[in-house]
């Protein structure tokens, strides 16, 4: 698959290079060279010339660059060149031009040992070092780094954070922000319905402040094939997040235990949680979309939107984009809430609504002119695209129990959350 692998530094110079297969001359870097590394209006990772494609990573102004002759999988490859960057990071302590130059011997035993006839075998780290335990030569810089981890886990300091942080005035700021991912089908089907959610913080806080951070009480984490058995009913509406990521701040043990985010956040402004949730999704907006072509001369619109949130809250600058036939000349709009305009250039009917209260709903109505053609030509709908912000509201039901800051001085602090769901081309509906 991979005929062979080239590590170059940034004026295109071979450092280090292993051929797997005949099908390819070691010279063959000179054309990376000259048509990837000489220029500078190249951007994507992969180039093909001829039956030969190059995929390169740039790395510490270096070029790791794996060359096949066949139709091979790109992420196969890719994979490969990462999983590669990793293992010599590990026995090498940073990936540079000066250690590659002092470990190449180690660096053509970890190739042959990963990479079988320009297939990759076995990259693990651990399983690796069983087999290869020659000490790589690492550089100052990377034997500075490695001291200063060890000294880290041995007298607790946080790198994230220095201790002589002062503020006349001690503020937590706590922004749960939301982005809903939804596709309607023609027939009233929901294709997809999910949730990318972060917790976004500002932390204006003196000396070593402890954070505790609590969500929901009912909060379900990635399930297990043993838990997925049992029905969704039975668990009473809880909110279930996926692929959670974390801070390094954060010590993940207490909150597999009780929920509780612990953690000495860092100065100023940071993201706290990344997640994922696509169970129990509320919809903020239903969009019913009746489309009627009349003849080859006009098509009718009735579209109607309704806000599914609590009346106490709002939704701020929603916009919907409704496409049009491309032989459209005029559109006449009636929109009683908002305005809507038809732009010709884009080929859509542009409704926006600079305010909607919830569990209200308003209804667009529009007739569009179409001229004759001499061949009919079928339309291809695109889908209504709908923007929005709805403030103090989500989708995933994620909520912040509580936020509690410990500091030795004891010293008040003022706390806020805020939550926003919006949307930005990613809810659509198909009519």
Avoid at 216 to 242: F, H, M, Y
Wanted: aromatic share 10%; proline share 3%.
């Amino acid at each position: 698959m991979i005929s062979g692998v080239y590590i170059m530094n940034s004026k295109g110079e071979v450092l280090s290079s292993r051929l797997f297969r005949s099908d390819i001359k070691r010279s063959i870097s000179d054309i990376f060279r000259v048509q990837v590394v000489s220029n500078p209006d190249v951007r994507s990772p992969i180039i093909t010339l001829g039956s030969t494609s190059f995929f390169h990573v740039r790395h510490n102004n270096l070029y790791v660059m794996a060359v096949t002759k066949c139709n091979a999988l790109a992420a196969l490859v890719f994979e490969f060149i990462f999983k590669f960057i990793k293992v010599c990071t590990s026995y090498l302590g940073q990936l540079t031009e000066d250690s590659v130059k002092n470990n190449f011997v180690l660096i053509y035993e970890l190739l042959d040992e990963i990479v079988d006839f320009g297939y990759p075998q076995n990259s693990e780290i651990d399983a690796l070092k069983m087999y290869i335990t020659t000490q790589g030569v690492k550089s100052d810089h990377a034997i500075t780094q490695d001291s200063s981890k060890i000294t880290s886990q041995a007298t607790g300091a946080t790198s994230w954070r220095r201790s002589d942080v002062r503020y006349r005035k001690n503020e937590a700021f706590v922004d749960v922000i939301e982005n809903v991912n939804y596709l309607m089908s023609a027939q009233g089907t929901q294709l997809r319905a999910d949730v990318d959610g972060q917790i976004l913080m500002r932390a204006y806080l003196s000396g070593m402040p402890e954070c505790k951070f609590g969500l929901n009480d009912k909060l379900v984490l990635e399930r297990s094939d043993k838990t997925r058995i049992v029905d969704d009913s039975a668990l009473g509406g809880a909110v279930e997040l996926d692929d959670c990521q974390f801070h390094q701040c954060v010590r993940l043990s207490r909150f597999e235990q009780d929920r509780i985010i612990s953690f000495i956040p860092p100065d100023g402004e940071f993201e706290l949680m990344r997640y994922r949730s696509t169970k129990n999704v509320n919809l903020p907006f239903k969009i019913t979309p009746i489309v009627n072509e009349i003849g080859r001369s006009t098509v009718e619109y009735t579209i109607r939107i309704k806000a599914n949130f609590d009346s106490k809250l709002s939704a701020n600058t929603v916009n919907l984009r409704i496409p049009t036939p491309l032989n459209t000349t005029q559109v006449k709009c009636n929109a009683p809430m908002g305005k809507a305009k038809y732009v010709p250039d884009e080929n859509h009917i542009v409704w926006k609504i600079p305010r909607m209260q919830g569990q209200s709903e308003a209804t667009l109505t529009a007739d569009a002119d179409l001229t004759s053609t001499t061949t009919r030509q079928t339309w291809s709908r695109s889908p209504i695209n709908v923007d929005f912000q709805v403030l103090m509201f989500t989708s995933s039901g994620l909520l912040v129990r509580f936020l509690k800051v410990f500091e030795k001085s004891n010293y008040q602090s003022v706390k806020w959350v805020r939550y926003l769901t919006k949307s930005q081309g990613s809810y659509q509906v198909r009519f």
